[in-house]
């Protein structure tokens, strides 16, 4: 929850440089646009500079461990929606949606030769943008199709208020922490979590009656421990507090914990 993370198919086109021990990335590329009728390909660019002599160790997605190097990025996406003229609305009208993030990797203990525990790193991502609720993973801040009942847009990106179209906008961070302890290896770690993501708008673009089902916040924190028991098989146990508020001033409280098995072959 409130971190940017979509996969959509894309052409990119990106170029590295060497500036002394910084490393410089550049990148631009088109993507497969939020609206069937936009008409044009999203256009997304970013670009990253990394210090590859000062790394830390880092998991993605609980089976993917490597050193990374302290690196900033800033990303962002340009796309357009439109909304053709229908029998409630008279004339057809376009949006300009846009999203902005910024990423930060730093290891605060960094790793030293060929070793990999005692290793803390801190990941940090801040976003803005209107009509980019797609960028969130399985996130309508509880948005049906009925919200645009001709079904022009999908949920938690736009929709017609009255007879004006509007975006819904987005904005969401989220701090990390991750420690490899002194045993086995570093095979033992530690990670912890806090997110937060809210809409500046959604709470007066709904009706009256959706209020009570209209997510416009969440804060979600979470603690993990992870051991790679043997090569290819980790286990792991989280703890999970997710807070919702919704439209209508509602809070709503879930607690959750979960134990996972992956298993790399």
Do not use: C
């Amino acid at each position: 929850p409130g971190q940017v993370f979509t996969r959509t198919p894309q052409l990119k086109i990106s170029k590295a440089f060497q500036l002394s021990d910084v490393k410089l990335e550049l990148a631009v590329g088109v993507a497969r646009p939020p609206q069937m009728q936009a008409g044009v390909p999203e256009g997304q660019g970013g670009i990253r500079a990394s210090l590859d002599s000062w790394s830390a160790t880092h998991t993605t997605g609980a089976i993917s461990t490597s050193k990374q190097p302290l690196s900033l990025a800033l990303s962002g996406t340009v796309r357009r929606f439109v909304w053709p003229e229908t029998p409630t609305s008279t004339s057809a009208q376009s949006q300009v949606g846009w999203g902005l993030a910024a990423n930060g990797f730093i290891p605060v203990i960094p790793v030293s030769g060929d070793t990999s525990w005692h290793s803390l790193a801190l990941v940090g991502e801040y976003a803005y943008g209107n009509g980019i609720g797609d960028q969130y993973s399985s996130d309508t801040g509880g948005l049906t199709p009925a919200a645009n009942p001709a079904g022009m847009i999908d949920p938690a990106l736009a929709v017609l208020d009255g007879n004006a179209l509007r975006l819904i906008n987005w904005q969401s961070y989220r701090v990390g922490l991750e420690y490899y302890l002194p045993i086995l290896d570093g095979r033992v770690w530690l990670s912890t979590n806090y997110a937060h993501m809210d809409s500046g708008n959604l709470a007066q673009l709904v009706s009256a009656t959706a209020k009570s089902s209209t997510k416009t916040a969440e804060d979600w924190v979470d603690g993990n421990l992870f051991v790679e028991a043997m090569p290819g098989l980790r286990l792991g146990i989280e703890y999970a507090y997710l807070l919702d508020r919704y439209a209508d001033n509602v809070t709503a409280v879930d607690h959750r914990v979960q134990l996972s098995a992956f298993y790399m072959f």
